[in-house]
T-cell receptor
């Protein structure tokens, strides 16, 4: 399978704990995006990387959230001191920088439940 | 305030009907993305367009940049088309995407 993969698919944690999610993009894709989606809403942009550089961050991304893409391949999203409001589906997408439309391909998501 | 508005929010159709889902946006964009999301969360890209019209099978997407409006049409709808359809715009300049809240489509046999 050469699509975008995310791990874990589900995570249940207690309030105050730290969690880390991983995203493996399509191998030749140099752009990687993180989104958050709550029930009944469309995805909300969190941040994106071009290669290893984090180029844009949403105001939604509080100090408790940090994302990395150290070698320009996989990326991690860490949430520190989780709160119940962090419960959501966290989606990763990748695309290739080109002169074309920059179409995004999405992973299956990580569903986070904070108790 | 939502930069991307979709209508209708919910749509029920009989199998075989022609379906139209609309997307309006209020910001400058470089491209618009139509996505399909099935129960369980998987998102599939349908179209990415910056002008004119694209067709793939029974799906047609159009965009009018001047009017800041796009439509997704499904011809000869089928129960397997039942899903949430999401419109997303890529802001210009930059590379952020704003998403609509989606249109939930149910096609009844």
């Amino acid at each position: 399978d050469t699509g975008v993969s995310q791990d874990p698919r589900h995570k249940i944690t207690k309030r105050g704990q730290n969690v880390t999610f991983r995203c493996d993009p399509i191998s030749e894709h140099n752009r990687l995006y993180w989104y958050r989606q709550t029930l009944g809403q469309g995805p909300e942009f969190l941040t994106y990387f071009q290669n290893e550089a984090q180029l844009e961050k949403s105001r939604l991304l509080s100090d408790r959230f940090s994302a990395e893409r150290p070698k320009g391949s996989f990326s991690t999203l860490e949430i520190q001191r989780t709160e119940q409001g962090d419960s959501a589906m966290y989606l990763c997408a990748s695309s290739i920088l080109s002169g074309g439309p920059n179409e995004q391909f999405f992973g299956p998501g990580t569903r986070l439940t904070v108790l | 305030k939502n930069e991307v508005e979709q209508s209708p929010q919910n749509l029920t159709a009989q199998e075989g009907e022609f379906i139209t889902i609309n997307c309006s946006y209020s910001v400058g964009i470089s491209a618009l993305h139509w996505l399909q999301q099935h129960p369980g969360g998987g998102i599939v890209s349908l179209f990415m367009l910056s002008s004119g019209k694209k067709k793939h099978g029974r799906l047609i997407a159009t965009i009018n940049i001047q009017e800041k409006h796009s439509s997704l049409h499904i011809t000869a709808s089928h129960p397997r088309d039942s899903a949430v359809y999401i419109c997303a715009v890529r802001l210009y300049p930059g590379n952020q995407f704003y998403f609509g809240t989606g249109t939930s489509l149910t096609v009844i046999p």
